[in-house]
C-alpha cells in the first residue's frame, strides 16, 4: 500500500510521538510507506519546522548510513509559565489543608493529563542530561517518574520503604527523614538499576530533602551518577535543606491552617 | 499566521494524540489554524482515514452546534496479539524465578514504553466502557494504571495497604488475601474518587483475586459501580478465582523453580 505524503505527515507524527528521543532510521520510513528516501526527508522537514512553529519540540537529524531522526520533547519557557501558574493557583486551593498543617495533593497527582504535562517539562529540561534511568519513591513519585521517563525514553527504577519478597535481592540503606529526623530505610532491587547509570531523580515533594539525599546514596551503592534531581513541589523550611543542586517546579512558601491559606509560587526550574 | 494543510495535519495529529477521549470542538482548530471549518473537516478526514489504516484509533465526529471530534484510540487485535505473545516470551525467561516461585517483574513494569503498550490494550477493551476512573493498588499496579487512564482521559485512584496522614479522611475495609488466607486492610482516600462514579480496577498480577475483590468492595462503599477489571498477568491457582468476570493479557500456567522453567500464554483477552 502506498501513502501520499498527507497520510504519511499523520503516520510520521504519531509514530514520532510514540517514540521519543529514540533515533528512527530514514530507511524505516522508506519502508513504512514504500516511499523515496528524497520524499521521506520532504516530509520530515515539515514535520520539524511544525514541531518547532508549535513549540512541541525539535527533530535532530543524523547523517550517514546510520543517520537517523531523533524526536525530542521540548516545552518552552512561556508555556511552562502559563502551566505552572495554573498549577499553584490550584495548590492554593484551601480546601487542600489536611490537619497538622499537610497537604492534600492526589487531586493534582491523580490526573494523568497534569502529570503528562509536569513528566514533559521535567523531560524538556534534562532532554541534554544524557538520562539512562529514573528513579523515585514510592508511592506519589510513581506517577511523574513514569511521565518523565516516558519522554526520555529510558526505565524507571522505584525505590521502597519495606522490603519486598517479590524483588529479589536488594539493597538497603538507612537515611535520616530531614523533617523529622526519624532513621528509615529505603531499598531497591538489585537489578532494578544498571551500575554505571546517570540517574535522574524525581520525587513528589522536597522538604528538608531528606528522602533525596536517601536516594542520591543509594544511586552510589549502585556505582552510579546523579543526572540531576527534580521534585514538583518543594516546601520552604527552616534550615539548609540537605540537598544543593535541584529543580523545583513550583514552591509553598507558606501554609496557615488557621486561616487557611497557602501561598504558591513557581520553583527555581527558570 | 496562518498554515498549510501539511502542516495543520501534524498539529492536529499531535493535539488529538495528546488529548485522547476528549471531544475537540472544530472551531478549536479552525481558530488555532485560522482556517475555514470545511478545510478543518477535510484536514480530520485525512487523520481518520489513517488512523484506521494504520490501526491507531478512530475519529468519531458529532455534528451541530456542540459538535466537534473525539480521538478513540483502539488496538486491533493482530497487533495485540503479537504484542502479548512477545510479551509472553520474556515472561518465560527463566531469571525471572526467585526464590519460594515468585516472579521479578519490574523489568517489565519499569519499562515505560511497554507500560505504554499495556495502558494502550486495555484503554481498547475498555473504550466503550463508559469509564470514570481508574483504580489500582500500590505500587506495582500504579504505573499500568496511568497507563491506562492517560489514554481513557480520567482519573487515578490509588488504594494503599498503610494508612497516610497525607490523604485526610479515608475509607478502609477488611479484606482476605486470597492465596495468603490473611486478614488484610486497604484504604482509600475519600476524596480521591468521586461517589457514582464507573470504575476500571486495574492491577499488575491477580492469583486468588483477594485484592481485587477487595477493590470491588472499596468500589461499593464510594456508591460507585465497577466498569471491569484488567490485569496485566494472572497465574492459575487451585482454588476458584474470587473474581468472575476479569480480563487478563497473560497468564502464567506453571513456574518450576527446580527446573527453572516458566509456562506463560495469552490471558483471556479475546
Known sequence: ??????????????????????????????????????????????VKEMFEA???????????ATGGVTF???????EATTFLNGLCERLE?????LPGGYLYMMDIIGDPSLVQSIGRIFASRYRDGEVDAVMTMATKGIPLAYAVAAQLNVPVSIVRHEHRITEGSIVSINYVSGSKKRIQTMSLARRSLK???NVLIIDDFMKAGGTIRGMMELVSEF??????????????H????????????????????????IKAEIGNIF
Chains 1, 2 share one sequence.
Request: hydrophobic letters at 35%; zero cysteines; charged letters at 25%.
Open 195 to 197: 551500575p554505571q547509570s
Open 223 to 236: 556505582q552510579s551518577t546523579v543526572a540531576g534531581i527534580g521534585v514538583l513541589t518543594e516546601a520552604t
Open 72 to 78: 525530542i520533547p521540548r516545552v518552552d519557557k512561556s
Open 54 to 64: 508549535k513549540q512541541i519540540g525539535t527533530l535532530e537529524t543524523a547523517a550517514g
Open 93 to 97: 486551593d484551601p480546601e487542600r489543608i
Open 238 to 261: 527552616d534550615e539548609e535543606p540537605l540537598v544543593a543542586d535541584y529543580v523545583s517546579l513550583t514552591k509553598i512558601s507558606q501554609v496557615n491552617a488557621k486561616e487557611k491559606t
Open 1 to 46: 500500500m502506498k501513502f501520499r505524503r498527507s497520510g504519511r505527515l499523520v503516520d510520521m507524527t504519531h509514530y514520532l510521538m510514540d517514540n521519543p528521543h529514540r533515533q528512527v532510521p530514514l530507511t524505516y520510513f522508506s519502508e513504512r510507506y514504500h516511499a523515496a528516501k528524497s520524499s521521506i526527508s520532504e516530509d520530515l522537514s515539515i
